[in-house]
């Protein structure tokens, strides 16, 4: 069965202090994997696509890569505007996604 | 470009009756794919429309069902509503290539009383 596993569930940071999100998949015919954060009541914004292993994108304070089994999410040095859910979802023909990890950045 | 529009964004509605939700794509977009996401399951795909056809669904009962016209905006219609339903629901368009990225609107939030 198609299954997306991301941890740890909650993750507190002071300002500055860097870590990673850990997304494992284990999806059939994975097209891409996918990075997105939501914040609360609104709808997930995209972050950013990885179509194989090795890939690395980045964008501001974060950084993805993946590997033929897990995609992880680096957050360098955050704030506390970072502070949301960041949720990780397999592509097939539809997205499986994980439960998300709940970020929150204090100052 | 303008994004993923969803109307209402809030809706209370009473056990039983029926609902209909409505989502216009990004410009250019063919294809429309419905989410229901809640605190206990996350989000659960429920299905895709391409080209006013349905792609794929997802495990969901039969009262859940969408459709989408020519210009691909697409609506999705629960019926006989329970207090399960109670979530917010969520449309992302794309291209309709197959693997691409999915852009999701803001979500219509249902409340089931």
């Known amino acids: 069965e198609d299954q997306v596993t991301q941890s740890p569930e909650a993750l507190r940071l002071q300002e500055g202090e860097s870590s990673s999100l850990n997304c494992s998949y284990t999806?059939?015919?994975?097209?891409?994997l996918f990075w997105y954060r939501q914040d609360p009541g609104k709808g997930p914004e995209f972050l950013f696509t990885l179509y194989s292993a090795g890939e690395e994108k980045e964008k501001e304070r974060l950084k993805a890569t993946l590997t033929k089994k897990e995609s992880f999410l680096h957050i360098t040095a955050p704030k506390p505007e970072d502070s949301a859910t960041y949720l990780c979802?397999?592509?097939?023909?539809?997205?499986?996604f994980g439960t998300g990890t709940r970020l929150q950045v204090f100052p | 470009k303008a994004g993923v529009t969803q109307t209402p964004r809030y809706l209370i509605k009473t056990r039983g009756q029926q609902v209909t939700l409505s989502c216009s794509p990004i410009s250019g977009h063919r294809s429309v794919s419905w989410y229901q996401q809640t605190p206990g399951q996350g989000l659960q795909f429920l299905f895709e429309?391409?080209?006013?056809?349905?792609?794929n669904k997802g495990n969901f009962p039969g009262r859940f069902s969408g459709r989408q016209f020519s210009n691909s905006r697409s609506e999705m219609n629960v019926s006989t509503l329970e207090l399960g339903d109670s979530a917010l629901y969520l449309c992302?368009?794309?291209?309709?290539?197959?693997?691409?990225?999915?852009?999701f609107g803001p979500g219509t939030r249902l409340l089931v009383l």
């Open positions: 429309y391409f080209s006013e056809t349905q792609r």
């Open positions: 979802a397999g592509g097939t023909d539809k997205l499986i």
């Open positions: 999806v059939s015919g994975l097209r891409g």
């Open positions: 992302a368009s794309s291209a309709g290539q197959g693997g691409e990225t999915q852009y």
